[in-house]
């Protein structure tokens, strides 16, 4: 879960700016993302598999949570917790349509600075060999590995 801590009135992705903050409420993304975290959001911005995103939980609208994209389904997007244990993501509520889809996490502010959305550049040249082989270097600078890796 997330809690938005945009300007009164703000709405995401509704401000001026694409960018907004919200603050991590929950487990469900331990080890990424702990309790109290403060991230920067992109609102509208393209997502791909392995980005951690934004979106209107589909059955509680009001409701905004922190996922990991997983990949493109039929009618929207596979979400998934980084924490295994927690099942409240697409393997409870489904796919989720593109609509409901806000926007992707660029940064962490909070507690210690970490960039979370890579160029896609970068992100190839960390999962190629020998780059990929260092340990824990893809994960410090933001690519996320899937767990069969």
Request: aromatic content about 6%; hydrophobic content about 45%.
């Amino acid at each position: 879960m997330a809690r938005t801590v945009e300007p009164e009135g703000g709405t995401p992705g509704g401000g001026v700016l694409p960018f907004g903050l919200i603050d991590v409420a929950g487990a469900s993304m331990v080890p990424t993302l702990a309790e109290g975290d403060r991230l920067v959001v992109r609102y509208g911005a393209r997502i791909r598999p392995g980005a951690v995103v934004v979106v209107r939980h589909p059955f509680q609208q009001d409701l905004l949570v922190v996922k990991r994209a997983d990949g493109r389904r039929p009618g929207g997007w596979w979400l998934l917790s980084d924490n295994r244990l927690v099942d409240s993501d697409s393997r409870q509520f489904g796919v989720v349509p593109d609509d409901l889809v806000l926007g992707r996490v660029l940064l962490r502010l909070r507690p210690r600075p970490a960039w979370l959305a890579p160029a896609r550049a970068l992100e190839r040249a960390l999962l190629a060999t020998p780059l990929a082989r260092v340990p824990g270097l893809a994960r410090r600078l933001g690519v996320w590995l899937s767990p069969e890796r």
